[in-house]
């Protein structure tokens, strides 16, 4: 049996037990001790419960739970920011097909022109283009693809390219002429 420990080395065992602010082995290792003493030392002086962790268990869980729940809602914001960046590559996409009105106020006169087309001029059609691949591209960004996701996608922009050519040949009577590599 190990020899009895000093009442001085004793008290401050206690003194730090009943602080509660190490562990167990930090209060061993600060003393010099076992740490199954400081244990036995806190049981036997009625402090069993100085190292009981189940406050600290549960409080990680929640965090960790909590944390979970914070993922799950910015993935919810991210998938219906999505979904209006697609809507907004739709509506464009519609635009490029619908009359468009230009307008121009000035000249000698200060006087209001006004005229319409049935379709936007080719720079505009671009501009719409370009909002359309942005939006596409900024929203598969938000939304990591699945395996699943990226067949489905690359079908959505396949029916998206499929209804543009059939929209243009509707429009210019016959298909739309075959983009070469160097953009001839």
């Given amino acids: 049996m190990p020899p009895r ?44 419960t100085a190292f009981d962790r189940s406050k600290t268990v549960r409080a990680t869980r929640a965090r960790t739970l909590d944390a979970a729940a914070v993922r799950a809602e910015l993935t919810e914001r991210r998938l219906a920011m999505a979904v209006t960046l697609h809507d907004v590559a739709a509506r464009e996409v519609r635009k490029m097909a619908e009359p468009t009105t230009y307008w121009d106020w000035g000249g000698k006169d200060h006087d209001y022109d006004e005229t319409t087309r049935p379709e936007p001029h080719a ?33 959505l922009v396949g029916d998206l390219m499929a209804g543009l050519a059939r929209d243009y040949a509707e429009r210019h009577g016959g298909p739309p002429p075959e983009v070469t590599d160097d953009g001839e």
Avoid: C, F, N, Y
């Avoid at 930090?26 to 003393?31: E, M, Q, S």
């Avoid at 671009?126 to 591209?137: E, F, G, S």
């Avoid at 395996?147 to 079908?155: C, H, L, V």
């Fill in 123 to 155: 720079q505009d059609r671009r501009a719409m283009m370009a909002t359309v691949a942005q939006a596409l591209d900024k929203s598969l960004k938000l939304v990591p693809q699945t395996e699943q996701a990226g067949e489905q996608s690359r079908s």
């Fill in 5 to 48: 420990i000093d009442d001085d080395k004793r008290a401050a065992i206690l003194a730090d037990i009943k602080a509660g602010e190490l562990s167990a082995r930090r209060i061993a290792a600060k003393h010099g001790v076992a740490q199954s003493t400081v244990s036995k030392l806190a049981k036997d002086t009625g402090e069993a």
